[in-house]
């Protein structure tokens, strides 16, 4: 029966309790835990050479000939990970499913107190209590705000690997660490048939006392905490389906180092002119249809390149798109998505295009009914893919990032100062002039725009309004 893992990561924090799961795992004679292998101070232990005859400068060179030794080392080895660590070999790490993850976690306010204690004394193991020394720690609520933050980020990235890897990791919390049952648990994933009678006992517990002796200012402390949002209450829940870099919509110039990644229902046509008209050639010179090689072919050749965005007020661009990809029926139309918003979400639209008789009250409702499904289609309620069109400019931003985010986002009022700024970076300093935008039709936003209009647009786009602190149209 062929072995389930090559080799394990017990992905823990500072003051967790890691060195104890240390031992007690070392107590098990198939099973060899090797310290902080990836430690950017060290390699395994302080004052050590090596790892598995892996020199510290060998394994800074290639940290991957350290995981190497560590797979053929003897019965089932492993080390111990923190976020702070060789940031080179963590998604191998974590897309290789022969990996065992064991996840260590301790209350926070505890693994803090217990760092400061640490650092006022120096002592940070203890194996004799009569040598233990003293102090109290000092609370620092900026600081711990910046601990907290790195240990939740550190455990989303961990969790959404597992998930999307569909793997499953052993977690132990540091209240764990006393259960000799847990221990040959964790034995028992690392399929180890032998178990323990008893643990470790060198190591002692260093701070045993409650936090309101131990910290020096906890007065002050708890008052801190009572503002930390503890549960994420005050989190814009975001459920809108996480978008790709869209990279083939990208276009450069013919000649400019200028590539504009565009925002779908955002300026996009008057744009394509301008870039155009920078190397005085018609739109179809523009270079378009990139893939990610290609694009980063581009980049190599074209040094000094510089990158942007453009984004429009949500209440123009909601507008926009329900006129040229709903309501108005042509080569931008999409025909099913304007069938089922008809069938199924009783949008109150004409079966065919909009006539002379397509008033402003019937124009205003349609739209407002087609905000309602915009809110529910970002938040994924309904069975209509969640388009680029309509999408938040915020995720679609996003997903730029995945490939590379842009030098510049620059807002649609203010293009007519920030675009001759742009070229200049560029090199190109003749003044060029950005076409006005088409007015939608039927009518225009102006027409129907009113405080109920605006406040359903806010309430579909929350995001937007949030991240690019966008205030009411009019």
Request: hydrophobic share 40%; net charge negative.
């Amino acid at each position: 029966m062929s072995k389930r893992f090559d080799y394990f990561v017990v992905f823990a924090e500072m003051r967790t309790g890691s060195n104890f799961l240390e031992a007690n795992i070392n107590a098990f004679p198939a099973l060899s835990c090797l310290g902080e292998a990836f430690n950017p101070h060290f390699i395994g232990y302080p004052n050590r050479e090596d790892c598995l005859g892996v020199s510290e400068e060998a394994r800074n060179r290639d940290p991957h000939v350290l995981i190497d030794a560590v797979k053929h080392a003897q019965g089932l080895a492993g080390f111990r990970f923190f976020h702070d660590h060789e940031p080179r070999v963590l998604e191998s790490i974590l897309n290789d499913e022969r990996c065992a993850k064991i996840i260590l976690t301790r209350n926070p306010v505890e693994s803090y107190v217990s760092w400061k204690i640490a650092q006022e004394t120096g002592q940070w193991k203890l194996t004799n209590v009569a040598k233990r020394k003293d102090a109290k720690a000092t609370f620092d609520a900026k600081e711990f705000g910046a601990h907290l933050k790195a240990l939740q980020a550190f455990q989303l990235r961990l969790l959404k690997a597992l998930q999307t890897t569909g793997q499953t990791a052993f977690y132990v919390a540091y209240e764990d660490l006393q259960d000799v049952d847990v221990m040959n648990g964790l034995a028992a994933f690392l399929e180890q048939p032998d178990k323990l009678e008893r643990l470790d006992r060198n190591l002692k517990r260093q701070n045993p006392e409650p936090l309101s002796e131990k910290v020096a200012n906890f007065d002050e402390m708890e008052t801190a905490l009572a503002t930390t949002d503890h549960f994420g209450l005050g989190r814009t829940p975001n459920f809108e389906a996480r978008r790709g870099a869209a990279v083939p919509s990208y276009v450069a110039c013919a000649k400019t180092p200028l590539l504009f990644l565009p925002v779908r229902s955002a300026p996009e046509d008057e744009i394509l002119t301008w870039m155009a008209a920078l190397d005085d050639v018609t739109t179809d010179a523009l270079q378009t249809d990139f893939k990610q090689k290609t694009l980063r072919q581009w980049m190599r050749t074209n040094t000094g390149h510089r990158s942007f965005s453009v984004v429009r007020h949500p209440a123009l661009r909601a507008h926009h798109a329900f006129c040229e990809r709903i309501l108005n029926k042509g080569p931008k139309c999409f025909t099913e998505i304007r069938r089922t918003l008809r069938r199924v979400h009783k949008l109150p639209i004409p079966q065919d295009a909009p006539d002379g008789s397509w008033t402003r009250d019937e124009h205003r409702a349609a739209f407002l009914a087609f905000l309602d499904f915009v809110k529910a289609n970002v938040s994924d309620q309904t069975a209509v893919r969640a388009d680029a069109s309509w999408g938040t400019q915020a995720g679609i931003l996003q997903g730029m990032g995945n490939f590379a985010l842009p030098d510049f986002v620059l807002r649609e009022d203010e293009l007519e100062a920030y675009l001759p700024a742009l070229a200049m970076q560029v090199g190109v300093s003749q003044d060029v002039a950005l076409p006005t935008a088409a007015a939608d039709t039927p009518f225009a936003l102006d027409d129907i725009y009113d405080a109920e209009v605006e406040a359903r647009v806010a309430d579909a786009y929350q995001r937007d309004y949030l991240v690019f602190g966008f205030s009411s149209w009019k």
